[in-house]
C-alpha cells in the first residue's frame, strides 16, 4: 500500500511537470523583440529599410514590419531575399520589384537581376535593419543575402542592424568541408563548413570582417536574444515552426536539409515535387532494398531508413519542373530518430557514395553545381573514384578544426 501511494504522487509530479509550460520558451526573446521592447531609440528619426520575410515575427506572431509601423517607425523600403517577402515563390524563381498592396511600401527584390542592393535603392534609406530566420546550412541563400547586405551598407555608408535569431540546428554542432574561396557563389558566400554552427548576428560579425579585407566593413549593431543557449535547438525554444520557405515545412527537414541537399548537385531526386521534400530521396533506376542494404554497410547513427516510391510534381509556390516530372521514383523516406547522433552531412556524403557505387551508368553528377554546393571539387572527384566516405570525412576536418578555432571569436552565446 505505502509503495502504491509513493508511484501515485511520482506520477502526479510528473504528469504535472509535463503540463507546464516551457521554461526555457518563456525565458527566450528573439532579437526583434529586444528592439521593439529596449532598443528604439536606435530608430530615433530615421528613415528605414529592412531586410524581411515570413519568418520575421515577434514572439507574439506580430510582423515586424507591422509593429514598427504601428509605433510609427519610418519604412522607406522593403528589401526581399529569395523566396520573397511573403515567403510565397517556389526555389530559384526570379523576382521582380513591386509595391506591396498592404502597406504601399516599395520591395526590392534580392533576388532577381541583382543580389544586392543597388545605391539608387537606398537612396531614401539612412538605416537597414536585417531580420530574417536563417536554418544554419551555408548553402541557405538567405546568409548570403546578409553577406551582400553588409557589402552595401559599407559601401553606402549606412548602419546596419541585424536582429538576431537561434540557429535552429543550435550552436554546438559544426560538420562538412569549409568552403573553398575559389568556388564562392550565392549559395556558398563565405569559408565556413557546411554546417556553421552560429546564429545569424553571429555570422554577421564575422562576414563584417570578411567584407573588411577588401572595402571598409558595415557600421553594424548585433542586437542580441536573451535566454537563448547553444545547446537549445529548435524543439528546445518551443516556437512554432514558421516555413523559413516552401520546401522547409518543418524542423526535421532543417534537420536533414544540409545532407541531402547535396542531391541537387546530381541526378537524383531530392524530394522537390513531393509533400516530403528532403525527407525522401529517388530515382526511377533505384532498387530501394539495394541502397538501404548499401547504406547499412556503413556506420550510420540516429536516422532510420525506410523504402519509399513516388512520383514528383508541380507543386504552385513550391516547385516547377521538378526532377522526374511524373515519373516513378523508388528511394528512401529518412527519419531521425536521435538529433544529438544523426550527423547530416556525413550522411549526405554516404549516401552519395552509395548511389555512385551502385549505379556507375545511371548516377551523375551535376559537376558545377555539386561542387558549388559542397564547397570543393576535390570531393567530387573522390567519390566518383569510389574512395570510401570514412576517408573523404577524414579530409575536411583539418580545415575544419581550423575553422572552429577561428569561430569562437565571433560567438555571442
Known amino acids: 500500500m505505502e509503495f502504491f501511494k ?175 574561396k575559389n568556388f564562392k557563389s550565392f549559395i556558398g558566400i563565405a569559408e565556413i563548413p557546411v554546417l556553421h554552427g552560429m546564429t545569424i548576428g553571429e555570422l554577421a560579425n564575422l562576414f563584417n570582417d570578411d567584407v573588411k579585407k577588401s572595402i571598409n566593413g558595415a557600421e553594424l549593431t548585433v542586437v542580441k536574444m536573451s535566454g537563448w543557449k547553444r545547446n537549445f535547438d529548435w524543439e528546445d525554444i518551443n516556437y512554432n515552426w514558421v516555413s523559413t520557405s516552401p520546401n522547409i515545412p518543418d524542423f526535421e527537414t532543417a534537420l536533414i536539409y544540409p545532407g541531402t541537399c547535396l542531391l541537387e548537385g546530381t541526378n537524383i531526386s531530392e524530394g522537390r515535387g513531393t509533400e516530403s521534400p528532403f525527407k525522401i530521396i529517388g530515382a526511377p533506376f533505384i532498387n530501394s532494398d539495394d541502397l538501404i542494404s548499401a547504406l547499412n554497410n556503413y556506420e550510420l547513427h540516429g536516422v532510420l531508413i525506410s523504402d519509399v516510391s513516388f512520383i514528383p510534381g508541380d507543386i504552385p509556390g513550391k516547385t516547377t519542373d521538378p526532377k522526374f516530372e511524373n515519373e516513378q521514383c523508388n528511394g528512401i523516406k529518412i527519419q531521425i530518430t536521435d538529433k544529438e547522433k544523426f550527423k547530416p552531412v556525413e550522411f549526405g556524403i554516404k549516401l552519395i557514395c552509395s548511389l555512385n557505387k551502385l549505379y556507375p551508368n545511371d548516377f551523375q553528377f551535376r559537376k558545377d553545381h555539386f561542387d558549388k554546393l559542397i564547397g570543393s571539387n576535390y570531393i567530387r572527384e573522390m567519390i566518383s573514384d569510389g574512395i570510401h566516405p570514412d576517408s573523404i570525412i577524414n579530409s575536411w576536418q583539418k580545415k575544419l578544426d581550423q575553422f572552429k578555432e577561428k569561430r569562437k571569436t565571433y560567438l555571442l552565446y
Open 6 to 180: 509513493i508511484f501515485l504522487i511520482c506520477f502526479c509530479l510528473s504528469a504535472a511537470c509535463k503540463c507546464q509550460p516551457s521554461v526555457k520558451n518563456s525565458e527566450i526573446l528573439f532579437g526583434a523583440d529586444i528592439l521593439i521592447k529596449e532598443n528604439l531609440d536606435l530608430l530615433k528619426n530615421k528613415n528605414v529599410g529592412l531586410i524581411i520575410n515570413q519568418t520575421s515575427l515577434l514572439k507574439n506572431g506580430t510582423p515586424l514590419l507591422d509593429s514598427l509601423m504601428k509605433i510609427g517607425i519610418n519604412v522607406k523600403a522593403i528589401f526581399a531575399p529569395e523566396h520573397g517577402f511573403r515567403g510565397q515563390n517556389a526555389a530559384g524563381e526570379l523576382l521582380e520589384d513591386l509595391i506591396d498592396d498592404d502597406t504601399g511600401i516599395k520591395v526590392y527584390s534580392l533576388y532577381g537581376t541583382e543580389k544586392k542592393p543597388m545605391t539608387v535603392m537606398l537612396k531614401d534609406v539612412d538605416l537597414l535593419i536585417f531580420d530574417i530566420q536563417d536554418i544554419g546550412s551555408r548553402f541557405y541563400t538567405y546568409i548570403s543575402t546578409l553577406y551582400y547586405i553588409i557589402e552595401a551598407s559599407a559601401e553606402n555608408n549606412i548602419p546596419l542592424i541585424v536582429l538576431d535569431r537561434p540557429n535552429p540546428l543550435g550552436g554546438l554542432n559544426v560538420e562538412g568541408p569549409v568552403l573553398n
